[in-house]
């Protein structure tokens, strides 16, 4: 199994074939693009919102910065994570296109064909290591196929295997509040969090209270990723039915 992988575009095209190729039943859920931050913008995208999917800038104040946030978080903790949520370890060079799809398919109820890769690879996760769950990706060629044949049909020309790539995919998505607060005040029924869930981190990260995922993401991402970047290069997709379902 190759340790590097070509990346992918992020484009819904690009995104949509993988999905439906690893099993996703497309007609009730595919991934969109998400044009801004206005909220007439936002509310183009069908709802209900499952995940967000973003492709942003590697910069060096970035990589400072979650260094720190993950040594952090090993010190001193954070708001428990729902313990259902699948996060794996990210091992594949560029593989972070698909370790976004997998992150976003794997953690938001779609509905999956019977016997697809998708389905077969839950069964596979539960019960693992982030790290377990990293190697059975590495040693599954049919995701190794599905992501060299995503890549190869994006709109741009592919890079060279052995280019290092500056662009990175994370994902966001919504899980119950499996605990209650600080200061031992239960959660409210329903409360939900909203949730990074990124390959290269140290594990799922807590991002706050959530009562709308696209709208929460949002405004996480413009804070902490756009709002001091001078870079164009930054992409979101959401995860939703389809604009005629």
């Known amino acids: ?7 992918l575009e992020s484009n819904p095209d690009v995104m949509n074939a993988w999905s439906s190729k690893a099993g996703l039943v497309t007609s009730q859920d595919q991934f969109t693009d998400v044009y801004g931050f206005d909220p007439d913008l936002l509310a183009m995208v069908p709802q209900p919102v499952k995940a967000v999917v973003l492709l942003f800038p590697i910069s060096k104040e970035y990589e400072a910065r979650r260094t720190a946030e993950d040594e952090s978080i090993a010190r001193a903790g954070q708001h428990p994570v729902d313990p259902t949520v699948i996060w794996i370890k990210q091992t594949i060079q560029n593989a972070c296109g698909t370790m976004g799809l997998l992150h976003a398919l794997l953690n938001s109820n779609v509905t999956l064909e019977p016997e697809s890769a998708l389905e077969k690879f839950i069964d596979l996760c539960k019960g693992k290591t982030p790290e377990e769950r990293a190697k059975l990706l590495e040693t599954t060629p049919l995701f190794a196929n599905i992501h060299a044949e995503a890549a190869a049909g994006g709109q741009t020309a592919a890079p060279d295997i052995s280019e290092d790539v500056d662009l990175h995919f994370t994902c966001f ?12 005040v239960a959660a409210p029924e329903g409360a939900h969090r909203l949730l990074e869930l990124d390959g290269r981190r140290a594990g799922p990260i807590d991002r706050g209270v959530s009562e709308d995922l696209l709208r929460d993401a949002a405004a996480y991402i413009k804070e902490n990723y756009v709002k001091d970047s001078t870079s164009v290069n930054f992409s979101m997709l959401a995860l939703a039915p389809p604009a005629d379902f």
Not at 1 to 7: D, E, K, Q, T, V
């Open 1 to 7: 199994m190759a340790s590097r992988w070509l990346p």
């Open 173 to 184: 998505v919504r899980a119950p509040d499996p605990a209650g607060h600080a200061e031992g």
